[in-house]
């Protein structure tokens, strides 16, 4: 059974940091691409950042290239979001997810991608 376990959300101030953090188990990590999405209240869920199964290629919203960061430790399962020049508007719950195709070098801004979810962190950023 996957499972991913998010950790690391909380409150911070705007321009603040935060560093998001989802450990996997169940499935082969380093042969998957994972990804981060959020989800404000009231709004659909969007996507954030990707990386490949390799690492060597990373993928971002507009709206948080520059600022934030994903990075995976195969040797630990875990996948990271280094979150800089927290915003408001990054106000979500954020979830991480597991590629679905092993090996697979094409897109993953599309959550169809994905098919299996952690639970959320909550991030919430004061102005």
């Known amino acids: 059974q996957v499972q991913l376990v998010e950790s690391g959300g909380g409150l911070v101030q705007a321009g603040g940091s935060l560093r998001l953090s989802c450990a996997t188990s169940g499935r082969t990590f380093s042969s998957y691409a994972m990804g981060w999405f959020r989800q404000a209240p009231g709004k659909e869920r969007e996507f954030v950042a990707a990386?490949?199964?390799?690492?060597?290629?990373?993928y971002y919203a507009d709206s948080v290239k520059g600022r934030f960061t994903i990075s995976r430790d195969n040797a630990k399962n875990t996948v990271y979001l280094q979150m800089n020049s927290l915003k408001a508007e990054d106000t979500a719950g954020y979830y991480c997810a597991f590629g679905k195709r092993r090996y697979y070098s094409g897109s993953y801004y599309s959550s169809l991608e994905y098919d299996a979810w952690g639970q959320g962190t909550q991030v919430t950023v004061s102005s």
């Open positions: 990386i490949s199964w390799s690492g060597g290629i990373t």
